[in-house]
């Protein structure tokens, strides 16, 4: 295994769409969504471990996330867990741990994942990921992976790719944000657009160098701490000094400004798992299309809807069809699933 290899897991998100299972304590990528036995992270850390050494993969979460990273990853050690103190969006805690790497290895290739992603064909991922790995070694190219739409959907952001370019690699022209309906269907119908799954490939001279380019206030913002990384002073450094950098996306802060960016159309199959509704997508039906995760049910008249419970509860409907029904600890959840992305601004008025 290539020791030049590394990984970011990005864990830091509430996942609030996934409310009441994923909550602000508890977030989704710590939760066994499918009932396969393991969680997102754990899936996540389990298959990026086939192409990258253990030690190198570093699980990048706020710092109340500590202790349930160490639970459900017992073979990492702390120092492989970076701590951010406050929620500053992508660029700054990527950022941060590219740094970190930087300074243990100046070699290093790295690939930043989500930790709530589902991928199936894990042998295909692993290809996709080799092939990106050897083409960012080769030269100081930013690359992300791309997913094939498969119907317009308005919830992704997308990547628009030289039409022109007939390399498996394309020559990425624009990032695109998520888009109306209308905008979408136009996308799909362009072909040259892709999904933008937030899967990012570089070395850390290439991110580190585009930083120094394009956030230059970041950079030297974070390399006033340079030395103090990877030591005992990092942690008083970083407390005192994330908070004050700014709030902003790597896409925003460094991609949408580079030149030498690039996209491999992925050969995988994806899921972000974003909502109850993508979760559907995934979890196999009974005949009536009805997905069940954990619970004993009795269904009449009931059709297309996702059914969650802890523990073997029995659920009893009639009547339903296309609803969430989700039941955890004190909180039973019946919505619309055509409403799903309504569930977030649920959860900021019931916070309030």
């Known amino acids: ?74 073979m990492i050690q702390q120092e492989q867990i970076v701590l951010e103190p406050a929620m500053r969006n992508t660029a700054p805690c990527i950022l941060y741990a590219s740094l970190k790497i930087k300074k243990q290895n100046p070699d290093a290739i790295m690939v930043v994942a989500p930790s709530d992603h589902w991928i199936e064909d894990e042998v295909q ?36 790719f030289d039409k022109l370019d007939s390399r498996p690699i394309k020559k990425v022209k624009q990032f695109r944000e998520k888009p109306d309906y209308a905008t979408a269907r136009k996308f799909i119908q362009s072909r040259n657009f892709l999904w933008n799954a937030g899967i990012f490939v570089w070395s850390a001279k290439s991110v580190l160098k585009a930083y120094k380019e394009f956030q230059p206030v970041m950079y030297d913002h974070f390399m006033n ?65 009805n997905a ?22 029995l659920v009893v409907i009639d009547g339903l069809t296309d609803y969430i029904i989700v039941d955890k600890d004190d909180v039973l959840l019946i919505y619309p699933k055509n409403k799903e992305q309504n569930i977030k601004q649920i959860v900021s008025k019931l916070n309030e």
């Open 292 to 313: 069940v995760v954990n619970a004993s049910v009795y269904l009449e008249n009931a059709t297309n809807n996702i059914i969650r419970t802890e523990g073997k509860k």
């Open 125 to 160: 991922f692993c290809s996709n990921l080799q092939y990106t790995f050897d083409f960012c070694e080769r030269d100081e190219n930013l690359m992300t992976l791309g997913i094939l739409p498969t119907f317009a959907n308005t919830g992704y952001g997308y990547i628009e």
């Open 225 to 289: 701490g340079y030395e103090a990384l990877n030591t005992p002073k990092e942690e008083a450094f970083i407390k005192d000094n994330y908070p004050l950098a700014q709030n902003i996306s790597v896409d925003y802060a460094i991609l949408e400004k580079a030149q030498n960016v690039y996209v491999l159309p992925a050969t995988f199959d994806w899921n972000d798992l974003g909502t109850w509704g993508s979760l559907y997508d995934k979890l196999p039906k009974d005949e009536q299309e």
């Open 1 to 74: 295994m290539n020791k030049n290899y590394y990984a970011i897991i990005m864990a830091g998100g509430v996942g609030s769409r996934f409310w009441p299972v994923s909550t602000t304590e508890f977030p989704k990528q710590f939760h066994d969504m499918l009932g396969t036995g393991e969680t997102l992270i754990q899936k996540t850390f389990t298959r990026l471990s086939q192409i990258i050494p253990k030690e190198n993969i570093l699980i990048l979460t706020n710092e109340v996330y500590n202790d349930i990273v160490l639970e459900q990853l017992p």
